[in-house]
């Protein structure tokens, strides 16, 4: 799974947040309402889009124009992805899961616990 930059991660939140497909000047206004800061160039933007589309993030409606973008799976999936990304190259599993479970909240502890139970019931 790749790793996202800063403007890669900010066009991804925007996109995981919309309800439906954004164009890149909605993304860019997005952008520039979210950080506060000067808008980006629509080609800035436009570049970003096309690397997450190599990266296999978003998805393409090339059927009208302007073309539409839209996150290819879920910020929980990415997430996921990325934990175990991580996990797949340590060599002591137990360790870091160890080290990993000191550091959750209770509430997350006993979310876990749920969804582990969940995960051996079925």
Known sequence: MATLGQLERSVMDALW???GTL???ELRDLLAAADGQRELAVTTV???LGRLEKKGMISRDRSARPHRWRAAGS???HVAELMHDALGDVGDREAVLARFIGR???EDAAALRRL???RAAS
């Open 75 to 77: 910020r929980a999936e």
């Open 116 to 118: 582990l139970g969940e």
């Open 104 to 106: 959750v909240t209770p």
């Open 46 to 48: 436009l570049t970003v």
């Open 23 to 25: 164009e890149a000047n």
């Open 17 to 19: 947040d919309a309800p």
